[in-house]
């Protein structure tokens, strides 16, 4: 992929947060999922944080489908013995799970807001696969959106109980743009690998690359060990909003310490430790964190800086996971961006 694609798929990224930014910074107080549940230091650090519907990230590459779930179909084809039709009936009629992920694009850079935690609501893929028998000389599916956007993953990837079909999100019914009625949930891979309007899969037996891959982007795409700062104090810190300045006295100043907060997730691997540091990456400590029964939704940190000085600094985070450290490198790379983000800070004096 070219350097102008990269910019073009990051600026894309950014799009989506500075939306999300307006959003949540005009009328009213935002109902921010990082402010009041992350910086109360009396209340332990919650279970899930959910990404309210307003703020979660939506990249499609062309418009979203609008499909009923009358008129739509899942047909499982190619290299089986027997083609299925599943209706939308079918997928309701089989065993339900609720589960909570961690949606995130591979395109999304250091400290950006292309990312978001719900809670998901669907059945296993696996039943109809094994009904639909995969031959053996299938070594991969495609898995097709109804807007033409198509991925592919090999057969052990998706043959998996954790393969979902899902139409809930947060307990509704998908909307539009994150892909009513049906999309696919594959845990441990970046959003490219979760077709939205989900129609077909198709088994092949020779191996091809899909819309993103074509362009450069990780053929595997899974998910990178790394730690997103979100906010400092009151502030959020998107990408490009990395520069906070704190007063010295009143509610935001920074001489009763300030709170620093952010997620960490991994591929597969829960979250060992979140490590901070406000000397540039001189010195290292570890933040607070919660531990989610599954690897698969983001981990919430936050940690108590007593600075004593004012003055400028810089201050990073990154994760250890159960597989990796996260290196400190700034690089937004085509697999998936492990960069750590430098947030800039000036305590006035
Ligand atoms: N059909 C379809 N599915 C798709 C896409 C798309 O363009 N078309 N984009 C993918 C990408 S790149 C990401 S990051 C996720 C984003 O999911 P969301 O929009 O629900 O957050 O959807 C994935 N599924
Ligand atoms: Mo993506």
Not at 32 to 50: A, C, E, G, R
Request: glycine share 6%.
């Amino acid at each position: 992929m070219k350097r102008r694609q990269v910019l073009q798929r990051l600026l894309q990224a950014s799009s989506g947060l500075i939306g999300a930014y307006l959003m949540a910074s005009c009328d009213r107080a935002p109902e921010s999922p990082f402010l009041p549940n992350l910086l109360t230091p009396t209340q332990p650090l919650p279970d899930h944080l959910i990404t309210p519907l307003s703020e979660f990230y939506v990249q499609s590459y062309g418009l979203p489908v609008s499909i009923t779930a009358e008129q739509w179909q899942l047909e499982i084809t190619g290299a089986i013995a027997t083609p299925l039709k599943l209706s939308y009936s079918d997928i309701l009629a089989a065993p339900q799970d609720d589960f909570y992920l961690t949606m995130e694009c591979i395109g999304n850079p250091a400290g950006g807001n292309q990312i978001g935690n719900a809670l998901w609501t669907g059945t296993s893929l696996l039943p109809f696969l094994q009904k639909a028998g995969i031959r053996p000389d299938a070594v991969e599916f495609v898995l097709h959106g109804a807007d033409f956007y198509e991925t592919t993953l090999p057969i052990k990837d998706v043959m998996r109980s954790d393969v979902r079909l899902v139409h809930q999100m947060n307990h509704a019914p998908l909307t539009k743009e994150h892909g009513y009625p049906v999309r696919i949930i594959i845990p441990g891979h970046y959003g490219q690998k979760q077709p939205k309007w989900l129609v077909t899969i198709e088994a092949i037996a020779q191996s091809k690359q899909g819309y993103w891959e074509r362009q450069g982007w990780s053929n595997i795409a899974r998910i990178s060990t790394h730690a997103l700062v979100r906010q400092v104090q009151n502030t959020r810190v998107w990408n490009r909003h990395n520069h906070v300045a704190l007063p010295r006295n009143g509610d935001q100043g920074w001489t009763n310490g300030i709170w620093v907060a952010g997620v960490a997730i991994d591929q597969s691997s829960s979250i060992q430790r979140i490590l901070v540091s406000t000397d540039a990456g001189k010195t290292w400590q570890p933040a607070e964190q919660n531990h989610p029964a599954s690897p698969h939704e983001w981990t919430v940190w936050r940690y108590p800086w007593r600075p004593n000085q004012p003055g400028q600094y810089t201050l990073l985070a990154r994760a250890e996971s159960q597989r990796e450290t996260q290196a400190l490198d700034d690089k937004d790379s085509m697999d998936g961006s492990s960069g750590v983000l430098r947030v800039q800070i000036e305590l006035e004096a």
